[in-house]
């Protein structure tokens, strides 16, 4: 054989042996089916979530030879699948048990499993039909306190429990179910005669240290001191004893309340990112008809935090006992209901009762009062419950839905007294647009609501700023209950060097002035400008 020949004989030789040998090393050891394997490109950042600029980092960890971008707040180490069909799903969970490998944690009922990033390497089988994502670090809402500017006018405290402030609500929540996922629950005289069922997902038991915060929240929806006295609990505990979790548990806690009957899950904690494990898990729960609630957060930022964010959750912020929003809530105008969030008498540790204040107080005052209407004998359906408590909020802020307030604040003597004639005209508020500044001429909203439950005509606005003798009057038109409308007028604002303010005082009524039930509502001032 001529030399040249020899050699290329021997070269298609060798290749033909390479190939048999890696063919025998793909398929030796595994007898599971193959799977064909289907790899993200970490190589680029994952695209932020679009909401508040918080301040970020990107740690890195490898997979192999190919790294892993961990976005800010995302767990380290960790990587969640979500398998896009049920087949695939069972195929990875019998090829992970053949090895010898456990996940961290999975929920069948979405197909998605929580990994170490190390079981990747350890585990040759291929996989496809999946998405990739991570597992995010959820906490309870900051303490308001922290949130709260030097300066900063001083929010009003209700110094009573939600039984006191709820006195006029009818229905107790009897044979409905909140869910409430949180940090625990201490055993407290408040629940002595409320059904309570526990769930610890983070390990341990409901009433280890750090269940305060969980405790709190509890009290507010149901007990001898809550919204609705004779709901029954089921308490979830998805954060530690520092008050911080991951979206995994949450998500998971989601699922296990949908399928323990829960009607009402009550999430008072959150975080910035867009976490798709939680999403899929929110959505599911909407799909089944349960209603979720949520705290905006106390961070002051122009978001809200996850779950509140998300349209199937209704968001709560916080208002003080002036009904004025208490300073430390995200604000957005996806916000929902505005409820008392300051000075709180609430459940905590030992048996004892404290003051508790935030949005995560806020949120239990929604859960409590629709776990009230879905108890009543109208035999209401989730969504008419909520429109229910739609109809009752009390405008504030700007005319209409807003980043403060949302839709408004609740009035439980509004949403109870729906059958006897109640009128009721109210100076809602005097609003001052954000764009107002020393020394500029702005036009001013005295926004006016028909509080009662039936129809107004006649009647009149009467405004009068600072010590100005002369007073601007407008006649009312007429309005049907619940609606607002607003009245302009404009105002100079007093330069900053002069230190001085300009105060609009307003006040209205009917032409039935004697008849109006709450005759204290139809009168406001408020004062505007430099402050010395």
């Known amino acids: 054989m001529h030399p040249k020949q020899f050699t290329r004989f021997a070269v298609l030789l060798l290749i033909v042996f390479l190939g048999l040998y890696l063919g025998w090393r793909w398929g030796s050891g595994s007898k599971s089916p193959e799977i064909a394997l289907k790899i993200p490109n970490f190589e680029k950042s994952p695209e932020k979530s679009g909401k508040a600029e918080i301040p970020r980092t990107t740690p890195m960890a490898d997979w192999g030879d190919r790294p892993i971008r961990y976005p800010d707040g995302a767990v380290q180490g960790e990587i969640l699948f979500t398998f896009n069909d049920e087949s695939s799903y069972r195929k990875y969970l019998w090829a992970m048990e053949q090895a010898g490998l ?114 709190s929240v509890a009290s507010i929806i149901s007990g001898s001191n809550g919204v609705a006295p004779a709901s029954s609990l089921f308490i979830v505990r998805v954060l530690g004893e520092e008050g911080e979790g991951h979206s995994f548990h949450v998500a998971e806690g989601i699922i296990h309340a949908v399928e323990r009957g829960a009607k009402i899950l009550n999430m008072s904690l959150g975080l910035y990112e867009d976490s798709a494990l939680l999403r899929h898990a929110v959505q599911y729960a909407h799909n089944q008809g349960v209603l979720m609630v949520a705290a905006a957060g106390n961070d002051r930022y122009t978001q809200l935090s996850y779950p509140a964010a998300y349209a199937e959750v209704l968001s709560v912020t916080a208002v ?117 500044s020393p020394g500029t001429n702005v036009s001013v909203d005295i926004v006016i609501q028909n509080r009662g439950n039936r129809w107004l005509s006649g009647g009149e606005l009467v405004v009068q700023l600072s010590d100005s003798p002369d007073r601007q009057t407008f006649a009312l038109r007429s309005t049907q209950p619940g609606e607002a409308f607003s009245q302009k007028i404009y105002v100079q604002v007093p330069p900053a060097q002069l230190l001085e303010k300009i105060r609009v005082t307003a006040m209205v009524q009917t032409d039935d002035a004697v008849a109006d039930v709450v005759p204290d509502n139809n009168f406001k001032i408020v004062e505007f400008g430099a402050t010395p």
């Open 102 to 215: 456990q996940p961290l944690g999975q929920i069948d009922t979405l197909r998605i499993l929580r990994l170490k990033t190390s079981v990747l390497s350890q585990l040759k089988i291929p996989f496809e039909s999946i998405d990739f994502g991570f597992n995010y670090r959820v906490s309870q809402p900051a303490p308001p306190i922290e949130a709260l500017p030097e300066g900063l006018f001083a929010p009003a405290s209700y110094n009573q429990t939600a039984a006191q402030i709820t006195k006029s609500l009818e229905g107790d929540g009897s044979g409905v179910l909140v869910a409430v996922l949180d940090s625990g629950l201490f055993p407290h005289t408040d629940f002595e005669d409320v059904a309570v069922e526990e769930l610890v997902l983070t390990g341990g038991q409901a009433d280890d240290p750090g269940a305060e915060h969980g405790t």
């Open 320 to 436: 003080d006992a002036r009904h004025q929003q208490a300073g430390f809530p995200n604000q957005s105008a996806e916000i929902d209901f505005a409820a008392p969030g300051v000075g709180i008498v609430a459940a905590t540790e030992e048996g004892k009762s404290g003051q508790f204040t935030g949005t995560s107080a806020a949120a239990p005052f929604v859960s409590g009062t629709l776990a009230a209407l879905l108890s009543k004998g109208d035999l209401l359906s989730p969504d008419q419950a909520v429109a229910q408590l739609e109809q009752s909020l009390n405008e504030a802020g700007a005319l209409g839905d807003d980043p403060l307030y949302g839709g408004g604040w609740i009035d439980w003597e509004r949403l109870s007294e729906t059958e006897a004639e109640r009128p009721d005209i109210a100076l809602a508020d005097i609003y001052f647009p954000p764009e107002a």
